[in-house]
């Protein structure tokens, strides 16, 4: 249509409630198009999200073990072997965004009661600490095993917090995540490397600087891109401690 | 038009658009919430407050990307004009569903930790220096402060007491917005696992508003370039040749463009013409491509009049916009380029007597 004005073009003044006829059919087919158009959109954005996995909490599920606690650097549960269960070590946080440093501290000098909700995807399970106790009287003698080495490893993959990426959030890893995971980390929770390929078996590995200390801001900047690192693995029973040396990591995408 | 401000005038055609962008919304809302997690290949369902972040954000950035749309589009194609009319109603409401979009976000990434989620919100991430990892959170920020203060500043108060050349230059980030809003997205959620549809949606958007945009600009070239004849050819001393009375239907007018920020239109209406700035009082709108109504000039964006002979809205209203003397030799009409104070009185030119 011309720009140009002419006597018999249709003309439409908002505030004059009769539409000129012509343009009756045509607002009211665009108005169909229009809600259509997002109706179909919506569909098509919606339905074809990510798979966010099946991490989750386990609320019908609740936790409560005899262990030991111990910072590796991050708060850790170990728990000895019961019958044909080997012996296990937990990653523990606290509520929301909050680490379990404080309880951990507290309780290191003997044997205690844990009770929480497990975070659990695959084989990676966070506990969310509830209420932890001393256990009283016949405590049981155990003493966690050391870590065994597994050599130095070049592994490719993303840095999450540890309580969303195991299912607090759905999905809690990626960009999107970023800041989530930033918050997550200075509130205490630990940092988990979701590697690209697994270290016998396993993808999911609780990290540490190289001297196996607690790994500072310097993360921040790696937090939920694709990068590599370098580092000494090991294993405290079933969980993989991955001790990077930040220095060397490399963004891959 | 109106002498007082009221919050809205509110008229059936109004309220007509606002139903249809309702339901609209509504629709969008209700299958992106309800009706497609049904159909959903995932292992366990995508957190709630994630999935309302995403289809408020969703929603915003489609209704963003087709309030763009509208001004050229209405350029392009007369039919399009109702949906200007009322366009501010759009702009606040889209700016209404980002702020639902940022509250889930303030309200689930930045809560239940010990640091306050406003801080949480600038502080957490601030690796500006990076492309991957930039903080994506604030350019949704800016955005979303542009979009308040555009739907604050949307009412003819705001516009009257600013004038309409600031308010349409505040007016005009809106793009700014939208430039915000592609880049939190490209920077944000594009970034994450492929996502092939939404990837399609956000580029097809920004195909579409610059495509619509440089066809609008190059239609508006052309036609400043067709006039280019008025601007050369002087026929006698201080007059230009606007051209001929044929060229001009009963009750309408033609364009004549001057330079390029000054256009004039002539109407031909009742045996007379008459000539006015093309550009109106109001948002600028273009008179030319309005008619005669009621024996005045109508604007075809909201419908402001202007007598024809001195450029004076009909009482009780107060705009004004500047005249211009014709002369008719024949059949050809000359204009004088010098632009009469707004609101001056200049007789119609009797086109029996002339010609």
């Keep these: 249509m011309s720009w140009r004005q002419t006597k018999d073009a249709p003309f439409y003044v908002g505030y004059l409630n009769a539409v000129p006829k012509q343009l009756v059919m045509f607002l009211v087919v665009f108005s169909v198009c229009f809600a259509g158009g997002l109706g179909i959109a919506a569909l098509a954005l919606s339905s074809t999200q990510n798979d966010p996995g099946n991490g989750g909490f386990q609320w019908g599920n609740r936790f409560e073990n005899v262990g030991v606690l111990e910072l590796r650097p991050y708060p850790v549960l170990r728990v000895p072997a019961d019958g044909e269960t080997p012996a296990r070590t937990y990653m523990l946080a606290g509520q929301g965004k909050r680490g379990a440093f404080s309880q951990a501290e507290k309780n290191q000098d003997g044997p205690v009661t844990l009770r929480g909700v497990p975070v659990n995807r695959g084989d990676l399970t966070m506990i969310q600490v509830g209420r932890v106790e001393a256990v009283e009287g016949n405590a049981p003698d155990f003493t966690p095993a050391g870590p065994v080495p597994l050599g130095r490893w070049k592994l490719t993959g993303e840095i999450c917090d540890g309580k969303c990426y195991a299912g607090a959030m759905r999905p809690g890893r990626g960009l999107a995540h970023k800041a989530c995971a930033d918050l997550c980390l200075t509130g205490g929770i630990p940092p988990v490397f979701v590697s690209s390929g697994p270290v016998e078996n396993r993808n999911f590995f609780l990290m540490a600087d190289q001297d196996g200390n607690l790994i500072g801001d310097e993360i921040k900047p790696l937090l939920a891109l694709y990068v590599e690192l370098e580092g000494d693995v090991e294993r405290l029973d079933d969980l993989m401690v991955f001790k990077v040396d930040l220095a060397k990591a490399r963004i891959l995408k | ?355």
């Design chain 2, 1 to 355: 038009m109106s002498v007082q401000y009221t919050p809205v005038i509110w008229n059936r055609n109004k309220i007509f658009y606002d139903a249809v962008l309702l339901i609209a919304v509504a629709l969008y809302l209700y299958i992106y919430i309800r009706v497609a997690p049904g159909y959903e290949d995932v292992t366990k369902p995508i957190d709630g407050a994630i999935l309302r972040m995403r289809a408020f954000g969703s929603c915003a950035f489609l209704m963003l990307t087709v309030i763009l749309c509208i001004g050229p589009l209405a350029r392009l194609d007369r039919r399009f004009l109702p949906l200007l009319y009322n366009r501010r109603h759009f702009g606040v409401m889209t700016a209404g569903i980002a702020a639902v979009h940022a509250n889930y976000v303030l309200t689930w990434y930045y809560n239940f930790s010990p640091t306050d989620k406003y801080v949480a919100l600038l502080s957490s991430n601030t690796n500006y220096g990076q492309v991957l990892g930039f903080p994506f959170e604030t350019l949704g920020i800016a955005a979303l402060l542009i979009l308040f203060v555009l739907a604050a500043t949307s009412h003819d108060f705001w516009l009257s007491f600013l004038g309409a050349p600031i308010w349409k230059a505040l007016h005009m980030f809106i793009y700014a917005a939208y430039a915000c809003v592609v880049l939190h997205v490209a920077l944000g959620a594009l970034q994450g696992a492929g996502d092939p549809i939404f990837t399609s949606v956000v580029a097809a958007s920004v195909v579409l508003v610059s495509g619509l945009h440089f066809a609008t600009g190059r239609m508006e070239a052309r036609r400043d370039r067709g006039e280019e004849t008025a601007k050369a050819s002087l026929q006698e001393k201080g007059w230009l040749v606007a051209g001929e009375l044929d060229e001009i239907d009963d009750d309408c007018a033609k364009v004549v463009t001057l330079s390029d920020d000054e256009r004039v239109a002539i109407f031909k209406y009742d045996g007379k013409l008459s000539a006015i700035t093309n550009a109106c009082a109001h948002q600028n709108g273009p008179l030319g491509e309005g008619k005669v109504l009621w024996g005045c000039i109508t604007c075809p964006w909201h419908g402001y009049q202007y007598n024809l002979s001195d450029g004076r809205a009909p009482a009780p209203f107060t705009e004004k916009i500047s005249t211009y003397k014709l002369k008719l030799i024949g059949s050809t009409i000359l204009l004088d380029p010098n632009a009469l104070p707004p609101g001056t009185h200049v007789d119609p030119v009797e086109i029996g007597e002339a010609a």
